[in-house]
Nanobody, 129 residues
Framework: QLQLVESGGGLVQPGGSLRLSCAAS????????IGWFRQAPGKEREGVSC????????NYADSVKGRFTISRDNAKNTVYLQMNSLKPEDTAVYYC??????????????????????WGQGTQVTVSS
């Protein structure tokens, strides 16, 4: 079964940190662009970050730039999202997704959601005191 599984979410105080993981099973992530998205209650899904298949290019939403870092370990078939200096407005369900078809330059822009071939089930991140 081909799937992505997110983990690492939880409850954290403002200013705290979390590291999300996105692990693939049933296929290798080596050739996929990976994107992280989030959706807060009552809001539209928002692109957070993406990383090229090699890991050499990344892109971030302005709202998280300087606070979040995306990385990947292809040997572990896993992509990470390190989230620092968390704010209450970062509260959302976070999803990872894998895209092999778009061939977009990640450094210029992240692929839009329709490009992604696989999606995880999401992990809840709550930032609250």
């Amino acid at each position: 079964q081909l799937q992505l599984v997110e983990s690492g979410g939880g409850l954290v105080q403002p200013g705290g940190s979390l590291r999300l993981s996105c692990a693939a099973s049933g296929f290798t992530l080596d050739y996929y662009v990976i994107g992280w998205f989030r959706q807060a209650p009552g809001k539209e899904r928002e692109g957070v970050s993406c990383i090229s298949s090699s890991g050499g290019s990344t892109n971030y939403a302005d709202s998280v730039k300087g606070r979040f870092t995306i990385s990947r370990d292809n040997a572990k078939n896993t992509v990470y999202l390190q989230m620092n200096s968390l704010k209450p407005e970062d509260t959302a369900v976070y999803y990872c997704a894998a895209d092999i078809t778009s061939a977009l330059d990640v450094q210029a822009m992240c692929p839009a959601p329709p490009w992604y071939d696989y999606w995880g089930q999401g992990t809840q991140v709550t930032v609250s005191s």
